[in-house]
């Protein structure tokens, strides 16, 4: 069932707004029957950032959404970024990094959402390719489906953050807040 439909019959049993976090596919919005109100958690990401000692690290992220997350959290942290491009082969699913040299010591590459790890995976391994020592993974959405951990770990990441939209083990920090926000604006 295609999530077009799934709105529609949302839309006839009753539902006439619906808040995402982080919406991983925006288009989906201009079609949607009903608003869907996307809640934005990079700067809760980037204050939990912040609050584990990692406030000074160079930020990267993947493709032209992810250079928007990249700078709204390099922004929050008074910090530099930069953008990943990565491109899949077809026919071996191979995922290819295209990303300018990155001389930090430590970098941390943010996501909306992790699903098999893949192209996090290659992320890191690229980064650990130019010599940076310390690299961390951070999302909003966990899915780390398959082997996504043993990918992501296995390439020289030092550990995953997430939030808490999908319950996981990897699960450091809250998203409630925005959640908390947006129903009081509705009560006003």
């Keep these: 069932m295609s999530i077009k439909t799934i709105l529609k019959i949302l839309y006839q049993v009753g539902y006439r707004k619906i808040y995402t976090i982080n919406m991983h596919s925006p288009w989906i919005a201009r079609e949607s029957p009903i608003p869907l109100i996307d809640l934005r958690a990079e700067k809760i990401l980037a204050r939990y950032l912040k609050e584990v000692g990692l406030g ?11 250079e928007e997350m990249a700078r709204v959290v390099a922004e929050e942290m ?3 970024y930069a953008s990943a491009k ?20 430590r970098v941390v590459v943010v ?5 098999t790890g ?5 992320v890191v391994r690229e980064l650990k390719r130019m010599g940076v020592k310390r690299v961390y993974a951070a999302c909003v959405h966990a899915l ?11 390439s020289g990441a030092e550990r995953i953050m997430a939030s808490d939209t999908i319950p996981n083990s990897y699960v450091e920090y809250s998203i409630i807040e925005l959640i908390e926000k947006a129903i009081r604006r509705e009560l006003r």
């Excluded at 000074?56 to 992810?66: A, E, Q």
């Excluded at 893949?118 to 290659?122: D, N």
């Excluded at 780390?144 to 296995?154: N, P, R």
């Design 111 to 115: 996501d909306d959402i992790i699903s």
């Design 118 to 122: 893949g192209t996090m995976a290659s």
């Design 86 to 105: 990565s491109s899949r082969d077809r026919r071996t699913g191979e995922v290819k990094i295209e990303l300018e040299e990155v001389s930090a010591e």
């Design 144 to 154: 780390l489906v398959g082997g996504a951990v043993e990918k992501i770990m296995g």
């Design 56 to 66: 000074g690290s160079f930020i990267v992220s993947m493709g032209k959404r992810g």
């Design 78 to 80: 008074s910090a530099e």
